[in-house]
């Protein structure tokens, strides 16, 4: 594979009150040799980015960073602002606390070649507490196939990919903006459209974890909103998957109770906790509230799928955290 040189990609970087974690990341682009790639940071209202430090981190930099200051509006306008300025004919996206891992973007760079819309790559994930390291590795090296060929969902991510950015604009696919997850919407819409693809079995990225307190609103599961963008994000995907392009693909769409299921797993086992009892019944209720349109449909799920909507809609939280018992084998 001849791949392309570091300047024919851009590098977007969203950051938004990183300021201590800013300059790891982008040590780690040079440390890979992306000198010559065109970063483009965008300080999404971030607040302690003082000017001294923009300077230094851009002096570093050998000239080739651009600095994108906006009011904070998330990480989905942050990457679309720093996508509307890349001129360059391949794009990736770097949160501004995470790092390139290994020796990952010159593996990315040989992939990136004419006609493949999307370069795949595995990645670590760092968890500070406890203190550990979780290597993903869902992608072998694979050249120019059609993306049913790649396991694909198991990257719902933005990161760790090479995108053709004639590809994105063709296609006019953005972040959704105003709402968690919004990656996995645009990850979805980049699969409904692709042609072949490429993988490297490289480790290219790690996302490093917050504490909760620290991190996002993502790392609290019982909060109203990070719920309601959950139903979102499940029924946004439910469209993509229902349209010719994405069928032609995949061959199929996804089952929403299957995919809401799924989506709120990680609320279902918060309500475990038992100190969580109040804000675990809020959660239920503000859940039921959102199944409730959708009930005939949930219901029609078979097995534990059906059990757990049934214990959703009849507001049982008792119920919901015995499906969690081990003992009972269907824990959702």
């Known amino acids: ?14 950051a938004h009150r990183i300021a201590a974690l800013l300059p ?8 890979q040799g992306g000198a010559g790639c065109p970063v483009i940071l965008v300080d999404d209202g971030s607040g302690d980015l003082p000017s001294a430090t923009r300077a230094d ?25 720093g996508l509307a300025l890349v001129d360059t004919p391949w794009v990736t996206f770097l949160d501004g606390d995470d790092v390139l891992a290994g020796e990952g973007l010159p593996a990315l760079l040989c992939a990136a070649e004419a006609g ?20 993903l590795l869902d992608f072998s090296d694979q050249v120019r196939v059609p993306i049913r060929e790649v396991p694909c969902e198991a990257r719902l991510s933005c990161h760790g ?21 919004e990656d996995i919407v645009f990850s979805h819409q980049t699969y409904r459209h692709a042609g072949r ?24 599961p019982l909060d109203p909103a990070a719920i309601r963008d959950r139903f979102r994000q499940v029924e946004m995907s439910v469209a993509i998957s229902e349209t010719p392009e994405w069928r032609a ?34 959660a239920l209720a503000l859940i039921r509230e959102l199944c409730e349109p959708h009930a005939a449909l949930l219901l029609a799920e078979p097995g534990a799928g059906r059990e757990i909507f049934e214990r ?12 969690g018992n081990p003992s009972r084998g269907s824990a959702p």
């Open 1 to 14: 594979m001849a791949g392309v040189p570091p300047e024919a990609l851009s590098i977007v970087v969203p």
């Open 57 to 81: 981190l851009a002096a570093r930099f050998g000239g080739r960073l651009t600095w994108l200051h906006q009011p904070h509006s998330g990480p989905g306008a942050a990457r679309n602002a």
């Open 24 to 31: 790891e990341c982008l040590a780690s682009i040079r440390a």
């Open 249 to 282: 693909n995949f061959g199929g769409s996804f089952a929403f109770a299957a995919l809401l299921r799924r989506r709120l797993s990680p609320v279902f086992r918060a309500m475990r906790a038992p100190a969580a009892e109040g804000q675990a019944a809020r």
């Open 161 to 181: 990919k090479l995108f053709r950015t004639g590809f994105l604009r063709a296609h006019g696919i953005r972040f959704p903006e105003g709402m968690l997850w």
């Open 312 to 323: 959703v809609l009849a507001l049982d939280l008792a119920g919901i955290r015995a499906l």
């Open 116 to 135: 493949v819309d999307i370069v795949f790559s595995n990645k670590t994930v760092s968890w500070q507490l406890p203190p550990r390291i979780e290597t």
């Open 197 to 220: 693809v490429s993988a490297v079995a490289a480790v290219t990225y790690q996302w490093r974890k917050r504490p909760p307190g620290v991190g996002s609103i993502t790392q609290k």
